[in-house]
C-alpha cells in the first residue's frame, strides 16, 4: 500500500501560525480519507484531537517517522469540491482569516462538529485526599458519584466553576482523571423555544428583573424567548432562574425545517414580454454569457425600470442549457417578494439562503443543492457559496449594499467570491443597481465590466415627482413634530383614494439619545462610546451594538437631579406620533425591532400588500427592493443624516438611499410622488438624487475619489486594533505603524502606499473594548497582502502586546 499523507486544515488556529498541517493518513483510513472531507487529528503539544479539513492527499518522497497520524475520518464522502478547496486558499489570501475559517464559511452551520471533552476517574490510581485541594476533593467525589464521563461543560457548571478553568485538565496531568473527545453534530432542533407562566403561586422573594419577566408573562400569556428577553430587559439566565423556582416553564412551539414546503410547480411558465430597451440588455448580456469566457456586466437602470424581468429571461435560458443560477439580494427583508417572483415561475426548483432560516433549515437547503434536486439558489450575501457544481451566472441585485461585506473573519465581499467562482466556471457575473458604487460604474466606463443601462421605467411608467420641504420653515411656523404639514396633509389625500405611503426613517427605537437638562450629561452606554436609545415599547435605555438595557428613569446618573429628557426621533417614535396626528391612518411599523420573529417580513410585507395598512414607516428595509403598484407616496424624514457621516462614502450612500426609496413610489400605472423633509435643501446630492441623475452624481464624485485617492484609484486597508486598556491599544497601533515602515523599506520599497497615522475609531470602545485604526491607501496585489500577512503574524508573536488583537480588512464598507 502507498504511504499517503493529508494537508490539512486544523480548527481553531491562531493566524499566525496557521497553515495547512501534514498527517500520516494510517492504511485502515486510506480509502476513506479524501479531499474535502473532514477528520480528526492529534494537534499540538498535548495531542489534544481536533477537528481538521483534508485539503490536499499526497505521497511524499520520504516518510517521517515523526509525523503524526489521522485518527479518524468523519464524513462519509467529501463536503468541499476541487473548487470550494481551491477557494479556500483563496479567501485565507486575500482576507488574512485561517484555513479552517474559510472552510465554515462554505458549510452550512448546522452541519459543523464540535469537540466534546469527558472526564472519568483515572482506573487503578489510588487518591491520596490530603494532596488535593478542597475544590480538587469536590470535583473528585462528583465524578466518583456519577460512576461514568461526564462532558467537561457539564463538569464545570455542575462544580460552579468557570468555563476555563483548568481544574479537570490539571487533575488529568496529575493522572487522576482519564479524558476522552470526541466530535458531536451540531444540530438545532426544529423548534422555537417558549415560556409560560406554571399557574404556580410565585415565591416571594423574586428579583426585579424576575418580576418583570412575570408581568411581560401576565400580559402576554406565553412569548419565545427572544421576545421575551427584549420585552422585560433581562438575558435568558434569568429566566432560566424562574425555571429552577417553578414559576414559569418551557415549551417547544413547533418550527417546520421547510418554510417554503407549500410551494407548488407552475403549470406554464409565462412568457417574460420585454421592452426595447430591455430586449437590447438582454440580447447583450445573452451574447455574453454565450461566448464562455467569464466577465462581469453592470445592468445599469432606473427604479422601475423591469432589471429583474432582464435577467430572468436571461435564466431561462442559462437553465435551458442545464447550469445552475445564484440569485443574491442584500438584505433578508428583499427576500420574501424576490422568492415569491421566482417560486411562481420556478417553483421547486428554487433554494433559499438567509440568516431567517434555522440550521436544520439551512442545512436541508443545502443538501438540496449537493443533489442537485434545485437549479437556483436564492438568497443573501452567504448564498454565493451554493454548492452547485456547474455553475452558469451569479447575479448581484442591489449590487452597491454594504450587506455584501463581512464585518467578521473571513471579512470577504460577496462580489469578489463570485467573481472568483464565475471565472472558475467561466461564466457571467451581472451585477444590476439603479444606484451602482462608484467603483463599479468606473470599471464599466473603462471597459473592465461590460455595461448594460435603462434609463427609462418599464411600461410608460414615470418616475415620481420629487418635492422638498425646508425643515427650519416648519420650525418657524412653530411645527416641532417630525411630519411637515405637507407631508401629513399628502398622506391623508392618499388614504382617502386608497392609496398606500412609504415613510423613511432610517432610526430605530423611540427616541435617539436621553440627556439630563440640568448638566447636560448624554445617557451613554457604560461598555460602548455611544448614546443609549430610547425603546418605547419596553420602557427601556438599550446600546445597539452591545445590547445593554436598563429601565428608563428621569433621575440623572450623573447629577442625580430628576430632569433627564429623551430627545430626537426613532421609528417607534415616528409611529406613534403618525398615529396621533392622523388617528383614521391604519400604520405598520417595520424594523428590526418589529421584525423579531421569524417570517415576521414576510407576514408584515403581506399584510401591507394585502391593503390591511396604510403607511408603512420603517428603517432603510423598505428603501429598496419592494414593488407595490398601490405605493404612490413616499416620505423621508430626516434626510440629513444620511448626507452627514464620519465616511468618504457618505455621499455615496446618501445618494443610493435617497433615489431608491423615492423609486417605491409611482411603479405601476399610478402617478408616484416623493417629499424630502430636510433642513439643508440646498444641497446638491439631494437635487440629484431627485432627478434619478446618477452619471451627474457620479462625474462630482469620482473628482472627488481621483483628488483625495479613494477607491477606485486606490485600495484601503485597514489595521484594526482591540483591547482592554486604551493606552495599551494606542502603543500597539504605534508599535504596528513603525513594523509597517521598517518592512516596507527593506523588502517592499516598489509597493505603493500612503500610510495615515493611528486614530481612534469611529465608535471608539465597543463592548468595553477600545478600538483603534491604521489606514494604508494601497495597491491590492500579491506582494502587498503578503506584507501585511507578515506583519500580522510578527505582531501576534510580540508577547508586549499579547493582550491586544490587531486585524486587516481590505476595503471596509466602512472605516471604524
Known amino acids: 500500500m502507498p504511504i499517503l499523507f493529508a494537508r490539512v486544515a486544523v480548527e481553531n488556529t491562531a493566524y499566525h501560525f496557521d497553515k495547512a498541517f501534514d498527517y500520516l493518513i494510517p492504511e485502515e483510513l486510506l480509502e476513506q480519507a479524501k479531499p474535502g472531507c473532514r477528520v480528526l487529528v492529534p494537534f499540538g503539544a498535548g495531542n489534544a484531537q481536533r477537528l481538521a479539513m483534508i485539503l490536499e492527499v499526497s505521497p511524499e518522497k520520504e516518510t517521517q517517522n515523526t509525523t503524526k497520524q489521522v485518527v479518524a475520518v468523519l464524513d462519509e464522502a467529501p463536503l468541499l469540491t476541487n473548487e470550494a478547496i481551491q477557494l479556500v486558499f483563496w479567501l485565507k489570501d486575500r482576507y488574512f482569516c485561517t484555513l479552517f475559517e474559510a472552510v465554515k464559511l462554505l458549510l452550512p452551520a448546522g452541519i459543523h462538529y464540535r469537540m466534546k471533552t469527558e472526564y472519568a476517574l483515572a482506573k487503578g490510581r489510588p487518591v491520596e485526599k490530603e494532596a488535593l485541594s478542597k475544590e480538587e476533593s469536590a470535583l473528585i467525589e462528583y465524578l466518583a458519584g456519577k460512576g461514568k464521563p461526564v462532558e467537561r461543560e457539564k463538569l464545570l457548571k455542575a462544580m460552579g466553576l468557570p468555563a476555563d478553568s483548568p481544574l479537570p485538565e490539571n487533575l488529568f496531568k496529575r493522572g487522576l482523571l482519564e479524558k476522552t473527545g470526541a466530535a458531536v453534530r451540531q444540530i438545532k432542533d426544529a423548534a422555537q423555544k417558549m415560556v409560560r407562566l406554571t399557574g404556580e403561586e410565585s415565591p416571594s422573594k423574586l428579583t426585579p428583573k424576575q418580576r418583570a419577566v412575570c408581568q411581560v408573562l401576565q400580559e402576554a400569556g406565553a412569548a419565545s ?8 430587559g433581562v438575558t435568558p439566565a434569568v429566566v432560566n432562574a424562574l425555571v429552577t ?11 417546520y425545517r421547510n418554510p417554503y414546503d407549500q410551494v407548488q410547480d407552475p403549470a406554464e411558465e409565462k412568457e417574460i414580454v420585454l421592452s426595447e430597451e430591455q430586449q437590447t440588455a438582454f440580447q447583450n448580456l445573452l451574447a455574453q454569457y454565450r461566448e464562455e469566457t467569464g466577465g462581469v456586466s453592470l445592468l445599469f437602470g432606473v427604479t422601475g425600470s423591469g432589471k429583474t424581468s432582464v435577467f430572468m429571461r436571461l435564466i431561462d435560458e442559462v437553465l435551458a442549457d442545464g447550469k445552475n443560477v445564484i440569485v443574491m439580494v442584500p438584505e433578508i427583508s428583499l427576500t420574501p417578494q424576490s422568492l415569491a417572483l421566482f417560486h411562481r415561475r420556478y417553483g421547486r426548483r428554487v ?6 432560516l434555522s440550521l436544520s433549515e439551512r442545512l436541508d437547503e443545502w443538501k438540496r443543492v449537493r443533489r442537485g434536486e434545485v437549479s437556483i439558489a436564492v438568497g443573501t450575501r452567504s448564498a454565493v457559496f451554493a454548492p452547485f457544481d456547474n455553475l452558469g451566472l451569479v447575479i448581484l441585485d442591489e449590487e452597491q449594499e454594504h450587506t455584501y461585506k463581512s464585518e467578521s473573519s473571513p471579512r470577504y465581499h460577496a462580489r469578489d467570491v463570485a467573481k472568483f467562482r464565475c471565472a472558475y466556471h467561466k461564466t457571467l457575473l451581472v451585477l444590476a443597481s439603479a444606484t451602482p458604487s462608484i467603483e463599479s460604474y468606473y470599471y464599466a466606463q473603462t471597459g473592465r465590466y461590460t455595461l448594460n443601462q435603462l434609463p427609462h421605467r418599464y411600461g410608460g411608467a414615470r418616475l415620481p415627482k420629487v418635492r422638498f420641504v425646508d425643515m427650519n420653515r416648519e420650525l418657524e411656523a412653530g411645527n416641532d413634530s417630525i411630519y411637515s404639514r405637507e407631508l401629513l396633509t399628502e398622506i391623508e389625500k392618499n388614504r382617502k383614494v386608497h392609496k398606500q405611503s412609504i415613510i423613511l426613517l432610517n432610526r430605530r427605537g423611540y427616541n435617539t439619545f436621553v440627556s439630563c437638562k440640568a448638566c447636560g450629561n448624554v445617557v ?15 420602557q427601556r435605555l438599550m446600546c445597539h451594538y452591545c445590547g445593554y438595557s436598563v429601565p428608563f428613569s428621569t433621575e440623572c446618573p450623573t447629577c442625580h437631579e430628576n430632569k433627564v429628557h429623551y430627545a430626537g426621533f426613532g421609528t417607534q417614535r415616528a409611529e406613534e406620533q403618525l398615529r396621533k396626528l392622523l388617528p383614521e391612518v391604519r400604520v405598520l411599523r417595520l424594523d428590526t425591532d418589529a421584525a423579531m420573529t421569524r417570517f415576521a417580513y414576510e407576514e408584515k410585507l403581506q399584510s401591507f400588500a394585502r391593503g390591511e395598512y396604510d403607511v408603512i414607516v420603517g428603517t432603510q428595509m423598505v428603501a429598496k427592493g419592494l414593488d407595490f403598484e398601490n405605493v404612490t407616496l413616499v416620505g423621508v424624514l430626516s434626510a440629513d443624516q444620511a448626507l452627514y457621516g464620519d465616511d468618504f462614502r ?3 450612500r446618501a445618494f443610493d438611499l435617497l433615489t431608491q426609496v423615492a423609486g417605491r413610489a409611482g411603479r405601476g400605472q399610478y402617478e408616484g410622488e416623493a417629499i424630502i423633509q430636510t433642513f439643508t435643501p440646498e444641497n446638491t446630492v439631494l437635487s440629484l ?3 434619478q441623475d446618477y452619471p451627474a452624481f457620479y462625474e462630482g464624485e469620482i473628482a472627488v475619489r481621483k483628488g483625495m485617492l479613494y477607491p477606485p484609484f486606490a485600495d484601503l486597508c485597514v489595521v484594526g486594533f482591540v483591547g482592554t486598556r486604551e493606552e495599551k491599544v494606542a502603543r500597539a497601533s504605534e508599535a504596528f505603524l513603525q513594523m509597517l515602515r521598517t518592512l516596507a523599506q527593506a523588502e517592499y520599497p516598489q509597493e505603493p502606499m500612503r500610510v495615515l497615522n493611528p486614530s481612534p475609531a469611529l465608535i471608539s470602545k465597543v463592548s468595553n473594548k477600545y478600538r483603534y485604526k491604521l489606514i494604508v491607501k494601497c495597491r491590492n496585489s500579491r506582494n502587498f497582502r503578503r506584507m501585511i500577512s507578515r506583519l500580522l503574524t510578527d505582531f501576534a508573536k510580540d508577547r508586549t502586546f499579547s493582550d491586544v488583537t490587531a486585524f486587516a480588512d481590505i476595503n471596509p464598507d466602512m472605516i471604524l
Do not use: D, M, Q
Request: aromatic share 16%; hydrophobic share 35%; glycine share 4%.
Open 650 to 652: 457618505s455621499y455615496e
Open 689 to 691: 438624487a431627485a432627478r
Open 245 to 255: 423556582k417553578g414559576v414559569v416553564c418551557y415549551y417547544e412551539a413547533e418550527v
Open 524 to 538: 451613554t452606554c457604560p461598555n460602548c462610546s455611544i448614546s443609549l436609545t430610547y425603546h418605547a415599547a419596553n
Open 351 to 356: 433554494a433559499v439562503f438567509h440568516s431567517g
Open 225 to 232: 424567548l427572544k421576545e421575551l428577553c427584549y420585552f422585560a
